[in-house]
């Protein structure tokens, strides 16, 4: 135990505020109460301690810090009672103070010597706070938090009261952390004039705003109080839980700053853990494109090894090729001395070697079972790095785990964002790809490209498979229905114009209810589109416009124009139901058709890769493209084609049964035709960046497009048949050996009675560019 005066911080500013004194009465009387309920063997030495005290004193109040070195007895005496007698003095960090000020008269070895220099007597660390500067002001916070406590008997929460220091370690370099416990039990508040009274709905708000130091200060200033007595400081090192709390505290604040500040301030904890300066430290998340390693440049810069690499030029091989190796057989490495020879197995110990490393330790991270990462630990000097030092680091592997990972999810954010920016929504037959091109347009850019191109997504030899299924004949059922809908809109608007001609006599009304007739019986027949455009014309300038004045002039009428307003709304209206009718039978089968393609396409999936890709019309059409190119990693063999196209003709069937039966619950009796285009050639495809979609590639593969466009509504040559026919699979080719392999497939589904015993072959009409169409036609079972 030491016992002379060092005064923490000799110029504490504000220090004047305060009427502080030595004094040990609220001690002895602390020691008197407890007397009284004492019945054990304690009992005698409470006795003992109180007498001794009474007479060393001699009535004594007060005592300066200076005069402590003559009552060593006393001190002891206050040790023993305080702390276990067993207890080891050397194992704590104690020692009492003038009360609310740092003045230290007596405490444990190792109290002085954290604050001290032994040689010289004088104050060796700084107290300092979170900002790292220098504390020069008593702690408000605590001081007013005792205050009300013991005169108001009020808990204040200040957010800034916990006291915790940091001290610099002057031989290791590193910072370590103390919780400061102050025991306030033996300090007597003597408030210098009548107290006043506090308002404590007040004080919360305040609290609650941050401004109660402010409000206290006003109303029960410092200077009205004197503080006696002694306090009893206690001081836990806190390093390790403090750290962990900084890193969680970093992983839990995304927006405080960016990725490089999360691993620099975990890196600083971490060296504050290991308590060397000397050590240094590596986070390093394992990042992967399509499942396998990738090199970037952005995240390695935290790496030990990356360092070392970039410096000698082979950064990116280096590590790939540990990464390659490490990911196979993740384990904990350690090497305590790197010498030579180097292992060929541990060939990376070479570039470290070359950079100056003496030691090297290598700790996989894992999270929720999947490796995250790895934290490097090296060191420069000899004999720093040991066993010991990776055990400790065990502790906050979990919390780095989270911190590899969200590094981790960020990246493929980042490589999802270009996608969407620069491509459509992709499936994942191709999503590798799309991977790719954004990994090397990523790459680019923090190689310090100004201007990095995003390159062309491109597939090689795949075999297309063209497929549709037509609303038959959707475009006059939309003009037959636009017609029912507008007989019924002008035989209410006639009626209305009439009632309301009988009653105000207008030569106005009689002029619409004229025109009204005249467009009545245009629309008997069929009407060109510049007559739809001026029927819309005179129906919302001249019939609206028309009622809306007489409604807003002459409320009287509202009674006979709110029948037609409410027939030409176009949610409930009479005059809008025949299209409501054919919209909803559309949107029907168009859900129908998508069902089965999308429940169908998830099961091929699984078989071996394709693309798929529909579009809307009046009825849904689709590309498929299957090939090597699209799937490199497994083998393509022409199984997987004969396989897709049995399923897009047994699928045409399934859709052709399924709409024939949705007809008795739709509004819209519509029929639907299917139709395929085989072409036996594999092709060349691109995905074109400003239409967001794959397009055939070259000259030679264009004619596959030119065709496929064209097909839809052709004729039977010689007759005006159209090929495509309710209740029927039509079937295009160029040639009969491509025929050949889908009439065997017909036959197979003959025979299991979905299609009907009734194929026609079938020579089609001349194109525009376009010449020697064959095809097959055959009936689908739709019972």
């Not at 979905?754 to 072959?761: I, M, Q, T």
Request: include cysteine; proline fraction near 4%; charge should be negative.
């Amino acid at each position: 135990m030491q016992n002379f005066v060092l005064n923490i911080a000799e110029k504490l500013e504000g220090a004047e505020l305060l009427d502080s004194r030595l004094s040990f009465r609220r001690f002895v009387e602390f020691l008197k109460e407890r007397k009284m309920r004492e019945n054990t063997m304690k009992l005698k030495y409470f006795e003992f301690v109180i007498s001794h005290f009474e007479h060393r004193l001699a009535g004594k109040e007060t005592i300066m810090a200076e005069e402590m070195s003559g009552y060593g007895d006393l001190l002891e005496l206050i040790y023993s009672l305080l702390f276990p007698a067993i207890e080891d003095e050397r194992d704590n960090l104690w020692a009492l103070s003038v009360p609310m000020r740092p003045v230290i008269f007596y405490g444990t070895d190792r109290f002085y010597d954290l604050l001290r220099d032994p040689q010289t007597g004088e104050p060796r660390a700084s107290l300092i706070n979170k900002k790292n500067e220098a504390r020069k002001s008593i702690n408000l916070e605590f001081t007013y938090s005792f205050l009300i406590k013991r005169l108001y008997d009020f808990d204040a929460y200040f957010p800034a009261g916990t006291i915790i220091h940091s001290f610099m370690d002057e031989t290791t370099g590193v910072s370590n952390y103390y919780r400061l416990n102050v025991d306030t039990r033996f300090i007597d508040i003597i408030p210098k004039e009548p107290l006043p009274k506090l308002d404590l709905e007040a004080l919360e708000k305040h609290l609650h705003e941050g401004t109660a130091i402010d409000f206290l200060w006003t109303v029960i200033p410092l200077t009205m109080f004197r503080f006696e007595g002694f306090s009893a400081i206690t001081v836990t090192d806190i390093t390790t839980e403090y750290l962990m709390e900084s890193i969680k505290n970093t992983i839990l604040k995304p927006d405080c700053c960016d990725g490089h500040t999360h691993y620099d301030l975990a890196i600083r904890s971490l060296r504050a853990l290991a308590g060397k300066d000397s050590v240094d430290f590596g986070l390093v998340p394992f990042l992967r494109v399509n499942g396998k390693p990738v090199f970037s440049a952005e995240v390695c810069c935290h790496s030990v090894l990356a360092e070392a690499a970039i410096q000698q030029g082979e950064a990116e091989e280096t590590y790939l090729s540990m990464t390659e190796k490490y990911y196979r057989d993740p384990k904990p490495l350690f090497y305590e001395h790197i010498t030579e020879p180097v292992q060929d197995d541990a060939f990376f110990l070479k570039t470290l070697q070359r950079n100056g490393v003496k030691s090297y330790a290598l700790l996989p991270v894992w999270y929720n079972a999947q490796l995250a990462g790895v934290l490097e630990v090296s060191s420069r000097k000899e004999g720093v790095l040991d066993q010991s030092l990776l055990y400790k680091l065990d502790i906050v592997l979990p919390l780095l785990a989270q911190l590899l990972q969200k590094n981790i999810d960020e990246f493929d954010a980042s490589l999802k964002n270009i996608i969407k920016e620069n491509f459509t929504s992709i499936q994942p037959a191709v999503e590798w790809k799309f991977n790719e091109a954004a990994w090397h347009y990523l790459k680019e850019q923090q190689w310090g490209e100004q201007r990095p191109v995003i390159e062309t997504i491109y597939f090689e030899n795949v075999y297309p498979l063209y497929g549709a299924i037509d609303i038959r004949n959707s475009t006059v059922e939309r003009n037959n229905a636009l017609r029912r809908d507008l007989e019924s809109q002008f035989e209410i608007l006639i009626f209305t114009l009439t009632n309301l001609q009988k009653q105000f006599g207008m030569g106005l009304l009689e002029e619409l209810i004229f025109q009204c007739r005249k467009w009545q019986q245009a629309i008997s027949g069929m009407l060109t589109t510049a007559e739809e455009m001026e029927l819309n014309t005179f129906l919302k300038e001249k019939v609206d416009i028309f009622f809306n004045h007489f409604s807003n002039s002459r409320p009287e009428t509202a009674a006979i124009i709110e029948p037609y307003l409410q027939a030409v709304d176009e949610e409930r209206g009479v005059a809008f139901k025949a299209r409501r009718d054919l919209e909803l039978s559309i949107q029907t089968i168009n859900k129908t058709i998508n069902r089965q393609l999308e429940t169908a396409m998830g099961e091929l999936q699984k078989t071996y890769p394709s693309y798929f890709e529909k579009f809307r019309t009046d009825g849904v059409e689709y590309d498929i493209y299957i090939g090597g190119s699209i799937a490199p990693d497994k083998v393509f063999d022409q199984l997987y084609l004969r396989n897709l196209r049995l399923w897009q003709l047994s699928s045409m069937a399934s859709i052709a049964a399924a709409t024939h039966a949705l007809l008795p619950q739709m509004p819209g009796k519509l029929v639907t035709t299917h139709l395929i285009f085989v072409h036996s050639n594999p092709i060349d495809i691109s995905f074109r960046k400003d239409e967001r979609r794959f397009d055939v590639e070259g000259g030679y593969n264009i004619r596959y497009q030119v065709v496929k466009k064209r097909v839809d509504k052709v004729h039977i040559r010689d007759s005006n048949e159209r090929l495509t026919q309710p209740g029927k699979i039509a079937v295009i080719y160029f040639n009969e050996k491509e025929a050949e392999e889908y009439l065997g497939y017909v036959k197979y589904l003959q025979e299991k009675g979905v299609l009907n015993n009734d194929l026609e072959h079938l020579e089609l009409e001349e194109l525009q560019g376009v010449s020697g169409l064959r095809a097959f036609r055959v009936g689908v079972t739709l019972d």
